[in-house]
């Protein structure tokens, strides 16, 4: 006999939630059933990332520093990317802050991808369509361009934290520190510039990376990890966003979910096998480096 030679098996979102109201002792019939499955499906992803490091949800960011025009400015970005269009970025000077006329909302330049796109800082409030943005060129003279739409927050709200950064200049990385809310804090003077050497993360709804010192010139990158968030459970013709590895723990995390509405008997077995199966794919999910172990001779006494 042979084998199937398919190495492809996968769930969608509907043959998952099927197979956890099987466990439940139930079928998996109506539109409610669909909603209230797709809910439990997105709070379990929710939980997934307080529960620890998800390795496939780590990704690579590199942004290029900008050394902004005055001594006054901090070196905060988001973490990930925010985009604006506008009516032409020609004009518009990297580093510079951008106005809206109607709304107010102020944010830093960061670059200038095409000539009608710049991705900027996170913005201080929504920016309204179709506004007018002034800004101020080398020159000092006033700059003005209009703004399409109020730019998406999605990416930059997509992270949940930074696992390492390093600061590359002319191809060689070297590494920065992250440092707490209060080192950051009792930093006596957060406007100097120089190459950046620490790093501080607020974990606000729109994530920030804030370097210090402040970047000297508009040509180092910042390149770092960041965990970004499982992806929705949306279309029940969708397949979730997990290594085929997930899919027993995340059926059985389901089937938990849906037995606390639909079978309440069966929570404490559904609760054991989900935490059972959870374990068994966290501890695969894990890197795997060399361990190599130096003895200390330092207390020996030799007589």
């Known amino acids: 006999m042979t084998t199937s030679g398919s190495v492809d098996f996968n769930l969608d979102m509907a043959e998952i939630t099927e197979e956890a109201f099987e466990r439940c002792g139930s079928e998996f019939r109506t539109g409610y059933d669909a909603r209230t499955a797709r809910r439990s ?4 992803f929710a939980e997934w990332a307080n529960r620890g490091l998800n390795l496939w949800t780590v990704e690579q960011v590199t ?10 400015s901090v070196a905060t970005y988001p973490i990930g990317t925010i985009t604006a269009t506008v009516g032409s970025s020609t004009d518009l000077v990297v580093g510079r802050t951008i106005t809206g006329s109607a709304s107010g909302t102020t944010a830093e330049v960061l670059s200038k991808p095409t000539s009608t796109t710049i991705t900027i800082t996170v913005p201080s409030g929504p920016f309204t369509a179709g506004e007018a943005i002034t800004s101020n060129a080398s020159d000092e003279s006033g700059v003005s361009t209009t703004i399409t739409t109020d730019p998406s927050l999605s990416d930059a709200q997509a992270a949940v934290d930074v696992l390492e950064a390093v600061v590359r200049r002319s191809g060689s990385d070297i590494g920065i520190s992250r440092i707490s809310r209060g080192d950051y804090l009792d930093t006596p003077d957060k406007t100097t510039q ?3 050497s620490q790093f501080y993360v607020d974990r606000l709804i729109t994530p920030t990376i804030t370097l210090w010192p402040s970047p000297e010139n508009s040509t180092d990158q910042l390149i770092y990890y960041r965990v970004r968030r499982i992806e929705d459970a949306d279309a029940g013709i969708n ?4 290594p085929f590895r997930f899919l027993p723990c995340l059926t059985a ?8 509405k639909k079978a309440p008997q069966l929570v404490p077995t559904l609760k054991a096998i989900y935490e059972e199966e959870f374990q ?14 130096v003895p200390s001779f330092s207390s ?4």
């Open 280 to 293: 068994r794919a966290a501890s695969e999910d894990s890197e795997r480096t060399a361990l190599r172990l």
């Open 63 to 72: 942004q290029t520093l900008v050394q902004y025009s005055t001594s006054s």
């Open 300 to 303: 020996l006494s030799l007589s």
């Open 194 to 196: 120089g190459r950046p």
């Open 253 to 260: 995390g389901l089937s938990y979910y849906l037995s606390m």
């Open 239 to 242: 397949t979730a966003d997990i």
């Open 41 to 44: 499906l997105n709070l379990l």
